[in-house]
């Protein structure tokens, strides 16, 4: 018994902590650095005691709110359209797996199937 209470207490010091919250694959370098500028602009809010004071600090944060929403904006837009480059391509080539996994991507709905279509050589059939 003691050693099993020896390793839990082992694995429970060790911890894992809050899960770690991933950002989308979309989101730059340079957008996720603009969210931690806006963070502390947030916490300097709530730590402002006097009245002027956290209304400069509203302001600051409120322009920082709005860089983020628009490099969120110009992140996502990127992103797609280099979605639909590869799609136009794909389809050109008449790689049908490609294009129905990133049309799907595109849709939001996008969850791979368990098991691919087969021909009857037993391979997957990726193109028309």
Do not use: C
């Not at 370098?29 to 806006?38: N, S, V």
């Not at 920082?64 to 480059?85: F, G």
């Not at 849709?107 to 199937?113: C, D, F, I, L, Q």
């Amino acid at each position: 018994m003691e050693r099993h209470q020896g390793s839990i207490n082992f694995n429970v010091s060790r911890g894992s902590g809050p899960k770690k919250h991933h950002q989308k694959e979309w989101i730059s370098i340079e957008t996720l650095d603009k969210i931690k500028e806006r963070k502390n602009k947030k916490a300097a809010i709530n730590n402002s005691r006097a009245r002027a004071e956290k209304a400069q600090a509203q302001a600051e944060y409120t322009e920082a709110h709005k860089q983020v929403k628009r490099s969120v904006r110009a992140d996502k837009k990127k992103y797609v359209e280099e979605l639909a480059t590869t799609t136009e391509k794909a389809a050109r080539e008449g790689n049908m797996k490609h294009l129905y996994d990133t049309t799907k991507k595109l849709s939001g709905k996008y969850s791979k199937p368990e098991r691919p279509v087969k021909d009857q050589e037993d391979r997957p059939i990726t193109e028309i």
